[in-house]
């Protein structure tokens, strides 16, 4: 097994390790880096557990190879709070009830964060298609989208005062 | 076996404090301050920051110094001999450290046999032969995750198949012996009545119309995101073995390794750290677990075992497959008279069934419903298979959902027989809010119902009797509508542990409260969380009881080294018992509190009452200590003569069990061309008596509703004729997503236990129970004027279509 060395900017510090060829982005977030806020819970992409962005792009990270990192930037759930103030998504979910065993939440946190990015005022039916590769058992999803919606307003609100100071 | 009513009439005493009077109201009780947070309040969840931060730990987060990893090799048959199995070529790989086979166990002291929860046996690991598909074979314990995995494929078994037999009716021919390690050379396992079969017999003799259906609740898999898995650790000086386990039952697993191992059971600490789904999956042990532990003991190291989603949707945590025939009698007024139910239960390999012991069919004899009834019968066998052993709940009270979905189908075609309204024939033949405590023809005493107060609100909630105009009107066009109905009983919080145990253990559970000399407290319970939000619940129960904010009291669970022994959390028990064990402790504590109360402000006890926070002098409330000052002269200024300190624990056996219940309706639109079913609306009234948390109820209930939505529409485990598992992925099992999940809308009536101190039941299974039959109700509503009484679950597209076209609406 042919061994690498990579070098990946993880929620904004730069890190560098050798990894087997084959290892896949979500063990070497998980047990080289010990970010196991990211998750597994499947092996065939149906899930979504494991989502992380990379190079700005949420990907499922059970299905990226970390060589295909190399020189790019890795954001995950640990990454998500700045300066230990929750991203308003973070706070959807707490307040809106969006999460019951947790196991899901982080991929699912990524996955909304970037939809909202592309698109930050969805419709309700756009968040239920924009979050339909990620799983869910425990909530039935209404108060994950009710989540979203929050976070949605919130961001948009701190975009519109972010251009009143500019 | 056959269970017999009489023994339920001693009942356990009623705790004080338990609702006196039982009325159905609209309205959350609420009797405490924001400050405090006690029952009632929305409190946004204590163990959130943790999950929305990537800081939850669950076991495969688990990372010990030295960890070795195990893999499982598989069986590709579901019943062949093994004739031989070469593990040269895995041990030589660089990094393997050891292979463990059946007979390693066999060598070990007997351990490649272990016990089931019904009190059968299981292989842990096989020696002569494999009876299903993706049986556990042998383990390879390795240095790192993808060693193990590399070389579970250099293990060479040689097998020599045997013809399988997948058909449970095939089964009880007994020309294929599944389980030929037994005596008795047969695959029917037990046989199981309740009720009274010669007045059931009276009653379908007289009846004015007897409808019959039969009708197959298929197997399915509770598919928690998480997997299961452990990390065993074993320390060889200590003698220690720590056991992080996805269970939800730790306590007694810890007893049960102890007696399946021989390891004194002070030395085995089973931890169940955050745990990622449960639904029922994580209650019994499966053979990875032994196998994990073993692969510790035997290296003297920590081992981790993690399955992969194949594995497990292959192997373990499956639930239902009650093959169902049920006929239902009503007399000319169109009252239900009796039932009479005959089922086949396919157990798969082995009885490992998660049930009471002296339930092997569970709870099903509370399959006559919400319908008062003269008379009912219902009798079960349990038959062997070659599949993997199944029978964990999926969110499920032992079998109430199989039995809720056959008398909510029956219900429906008795209605349409008689060409009747649905509801209306349900509100006739409700028990009436005035006949609780109920008891039942299969010798169930129900607590308490209102069943015609949440089917009205239902009704109310989308306006019923317009949209059977709409569906007329549509009808008349030739579109396809349908409503469905179910108002089901729930039967959850086993106790009372006169009935109810687990391999002997019995059913109670546990709570054990310490206050700090600042107020704050620190609880710990026998149950264990798997995302129903105990942090915060249980903490509102003792704010409710004593009056410390539900933010100063830290809520454990899972570690059974610290917590009080307990049955641990599945088929809705929790609140039942445990919560109710935390009512009765932080009660214990009240009582002391008041001692110091009295002491302090130099009355008698009696001359003080209680005010949400406080002791205080009747008639002068100004002369009062509040809980945090009483916790602190616990520690520093208690009486002369008493014990120091302000602590409490409560082991609940209940009087009874609880009867949530609920009614849901549902409105389908289907088409034409392709079958395909879409739930346009779905309305749930619920009654889970008091409410902790509403915000905590509705997160509950709508989980639920999704689980119940998926085996009606979507999932379902598939076996092809030799055994092999066809929905092994979930790109083949389809677990339903954020577009398939309709926008549920929640309404609630709140009827009180009576037996319960805090006058609740149990919710977070309800809505699994009593969705399934509103959605196919709502189908079958839609199709019965082209000739159609029933379509099994779940209910897909291509079922649909060929009804369709069988009745010549498509081609």
Partial sequence: ?166 | MTHNPDSRQEMHPVPEGASATVETTDDVRVTTPDTICGMGHRMKRKEDPRFIQGKGRYVDDIKLPGMLYMDIVRSPYAHAKILSIDASEALATPGVLAVITGKDLQEAGDLHWMPTLMSDTQMVLPIDKVVYYAQEVCAVVATERYIAADAIEKVFVDYEPLDPVVDPFEAMKDEIIVRDDKEEKTNHIWHWEAGDEAATDQVFAEAATVVEESMHIPRIHVASIETCGMVANYDPVMGKMQLYMTTQAPHAIRTVFALVSGLPEQKIQVISPDIGGGFGGKVPVYPGYVVCAVASLVTGKPVKWIEDRSENLQADSFARDYHIKAQMAADADGRITGLRVKTLADNGAADAAANPSKFPAGLYSICTGSYDMKAAHVAVDGVYTNKPPGGVAYRCSFRVTEAVHMIERMADIMAHERGEDPADFRLRNFIGPDQFPYESPTGWEYDSGNYEAALQKAMDMLDYRALRQEQAEKRARGELMGIGISSFTEVVGAGPSRDFDILGIKMFDSAEIRIHPTGKAIARFGTKSQGQGHETTYAQIIAEELGIPAADIEVEEGDTDTAPYGLGTYASRSTPTAGAAGAMAARKIKAKARKIAAYLLEVGEDDLEWETDRWQVKGSPDQHKTIQEISFAAYTNHPQGMEAGLEATDYYDPPNLTFPFGSYICVVDIDKGTGEVHVRRFVAVDDCGHIINPMVVEGQIEGGLTQGLAPALYEEIVYDEYGQNLTGTLADYLVPTAVESPKWELGKTITPSPHHPLGAKGVGESPTVGAPPAIANAVVDALWHLGVRHIDIPITPEKVWRVLRNAGVND
């Avoid at chain 1, 510090?13 to 977030?29: G, I, K, N």
């Avoid at chain 1, 990454?79 to 307040?95: D, I, K, R, T, V």
């Avoid at chain 1, 969006?98 to 419709?123: F, V």
């Avoid at chain 1, 994950?144 to 961001?155: D, P, S």
């Fill in chain 1, 1 to 166: 097994m042919s061994k690498h060395t990579v070098t990946v900017t993880v929620n904004g510090q730069e890190v560098t390790r050798e990894v087997d060829a084959r290892t896949l982005l979500v063990h070497f977030v998980r047990e080289d880096l010990d970010l196991t806020g990211t998750h597994i819970g499947c092996d065939t992409t149906n899930c979504g557990a494991c989502t992380v962005h990379l190079n700005g792009t949420a990907v499922k990270s059970c299905t990226v190879f970390a060589v295909q990192a190399d020189g790019g930037t890795v954001e995950t759930i640990e990454g998500l709070a700045a300066g230990g103030e929750l991203h308003p998504l973070q706070e959807g979910f707490w307040e809106k009830h969006g999460l019951q065993c947790g196991y899901c939440t982080p991929g699912m946190i990524m996955t909304a964060k970037e939809l909202l990015a592309n698109n930050p005022s969805p419709s309700e039916d756009e968040i239920r298609w924009g979050i339909s590769g990620n799983l869910c058992r425990c909530t039935g999803y209404n108060k994950i989208v009710e989540a979203i919606q929050y976070a949605a307003e919130k961001l948009r609100a701190q975009e519109s005062t972010e251009e009143v100071v500019a």
